[in-house]
């Protein structure tokens, strides 16, 4: 896995997190297009990190279409799994 880099700038972090759903959309053929906001941004780099422990999991809560979903699709892609 590759080592945690921090990143202090949310613009950066937005753009990477949009060109991996770009990859997401062009790999599995499923469209992936999401608003990268302030808290998505950073539950998705949770989720990341949470599946790529060893027996990692996660129990998201959360109403109908808040994106818990797509976000954990889109972290477990970025994690490899």
Known sequence: P?????????EVAAKS????AE???I????PMDLVFFKDAIQHIGRIARLLRQP?????????????RQSLT????????M
């Open 2 to 10: 590759a080592p945690y880099v921090e990143v202090a700038d949310l």
């Open 17 to 20: 997190l949009r060109e991996f």
């Open 23 to 25: 990859d997401y959309t």
């Open 27 to 30: 790999n599995l053929n499923k």
């Open 55 to 67: 027996r990692g999991n996660a129990l998201l809560v959360g109403v109908g279409g808040s994106g």
């Open 73 to 80: 699709r889109l972290a477990s892609f970025i994690a490899e």
